[in-house]
């Protein structure tokens, strides 16, 4: 049996740029396996207008390798978009735009095989056996889980709701109901109540950020306007419409030190930090906050706007009787609870890391925390040091809000590569950041330990992180 180099289970965004890094190394032997039949990324909210809320440079692969033909540069260039893209002046491409561009590096790249769901994985001897519902086997030295993460809905939610996932799929029924209901506090929330509000002026907007969600859409013509017999309702739990923060030196906070210091916390403490970051790449842009404003104040112009934005408001409960929803929400500040009824429900409730039901056979041999999750090391191998199985965007509770950073995405390959490799392909630039995140370094032995105090795990604060396991240099 064919022994792969690499063996990668799921192609989104982050493992088909492995397998874009990986295309050109001869001595490097991927295969990369998806149940989908083609690669499409968030079908569901491909709203117009939209545009994702990194830079251009976070595709696939450029901050590994700006020269790669793989580039999202050189995919303008391949399909005469390059000048009207540098006459648009923006740094944040289409939604739409970086979707074709994916697609178009998935069709040059032979090792990517479609339709073959993987049901199990086995190891045997230095090698893994990864099998498919086709009943093909897989051999390879290195696994890399790049499966993705799940739409997430509240137990307590019951009946026909409609997650973010699928809106486009339920839009024209959504436009056509009574009235509508949007339970969420981040981007996706923010699109979709904009979209559905009515046909108003107003274009797309992107803005830098840790994610890789996507900026203010333009309103389709034919969208419910302002009108009797329709309403709109958007709640969210968070205390008010937070917009993502994207200030530079916020920004450093997607950095290869900051993971390191992250990396190096305690648990508790990387779990409350968890909590209180989500603001910094789960918040809307500033421009489309703006915009919806823009949109509520032109359709008050004409009367009253038959909606409700409701703050710092929990969805307790919802249930359907076959025609309407009934809404158990509980303000927080007030402390008061009440219910609302609603005909549609749309829940923009985010998506959560899954650990797939193949990895059962070979659990034992992987890492994990007191919660139950993978415990991914800091070169997101999660075998005990042995660095032959890595994560892919299932390790944003032991390294922080870069996980999902399309930014960040090139790095991680290029640092898995290394691993895989024994030395860097790739350079990694390991010091990007001007700030520090642990104690200075030039702080003295005695204000920087106290009596009893655990040691600083290492590479923490120091700016030169340790040596990731594997990695020659």
């Not at 390879?140 to 809905?153: E, K």
């Not at 973010?164 to 209901?181: C, E, I, N, P, W």
Request: aromatic content about 10%; some cysteine.
């Amino acid at each position: 049996m064919r022994v792969h180099d690499v063996v990668g289970i799921g192609i989104g965004p982050f493992n088909l740029g492995l397998a874009a890094l990986s295309a050109p190394l001869d001595d490097l032997d991927t295969v990369f396996l998806d149940a989908a039949d083609e690669f499409r990324w968030h079908p569901g909210m491909m709203i117009e207008g939209a545009t994702i809320q990194v830079p251009f440079l976070a595709d696939l692969v450029s901050m590994a390798d700006p020269t790669s033909p793989y580039s999202f540069l050189n995919h303008l260039k391949a399909t005469g978009r390059l000048y009207p893209f540098y006459i648009r002046e923006s740094f944040y491409p289409l939604r739409a735009e970086y979707d074709a561009y994916c697609r178009w590096v998935a069709a040059q790249l032979p090792s990517l095989r479609w339709g073959r769901r993987v049901i199990g994985l086995e190891q045997e001897g230095d090698h893994y056996l990864v099998t498919t519902d086709r009943g093909e086997t897989f051999r390879g030295r290195h696994v890399v889980l790049g499966v993705g993460t799940q739409p997430v809905q509240p137990e307590t939610v019951r009946g026909p709701v409609v997650h973010s996932a699928d809106y486009l799929t339920h839009r024209d029924a959504l436009r056509t109901a009574g009235s509508v209901t949007v339970i969420g506090s981040g981007q996706s929330a923010a699109e979709i109540y904009r979209d559905l509000l009515g046909e108003a002026r107003g274009s797309g907007a992107g803005g830098s950020g840790a994610g890789g969600s996507a900026g203010g859409p333009t309103v389709a013509p034919g969208a419910p306007a302002a009108s009797d017999g329709y309403r709109l309702d958007w709640i969210t739990r968070s205390p008010r419409f937070f917009p993502m923060e994207y200030t530079k030196l916020t920004l450093e906070m997607t950095s290869p030190e900051y993971t390191d210091h992250f990396h190096g916390l305690p648990l508790a403490l990387r779990q409350q930090l968890g909590r209180e970051q989500r603001g910094l790449y789960k918040g809307i842009s500033g421009e489309l906050i703006d915009e919806i404003y823009d949109t509520l104040y032109e359709l008050s112009a004409s009367g009253p706007v038959p909606t409700t934005l409701l703050t710092d408001t929990e969805l307790l409960e919802a249930s359907w009787n076959g025609t309407r929803f009934r809404l158990r929400l509980r303000h927080a500040q007030l402390e008061q609870e009440y219910e609302r009824e609603t005909d549609a429900l749309v829940l923009a409730t985010g998506y959560s890391a899954r650990v797939p039901a193949f990895l059962d056979p070979v659990r034992d041999r992987f890492e994990w925390d007191a919660l139950g999750r993978l415990d991914v090391a800091r070169d997101y191998s999660i075998d005990g040091g042995r660095g032959r199985v890595f994560v892919q965007n299932g390790e944003e509770h032991t390294h922080g809000l870069t996980a999902p950073d399309l930014g960040f995405g090139a790095w991680r390959n290029a640092q898995i590569i290394a691993n895989i490799c024994g030395h860097e392909i790739y350079p990694l630039e390991r010091s990007i950041a001007f700030q520090q995140f642990g104690v200075p370094t030039d702080a003295s032995a005695g204000s920087r330990y106290g009596a009893g105090a655990p040691p600083r795990p290492a590479g923490v604060g120091t700016g030169a992180p340790a040596r990731p396991a594997g990695v020659l240099r």
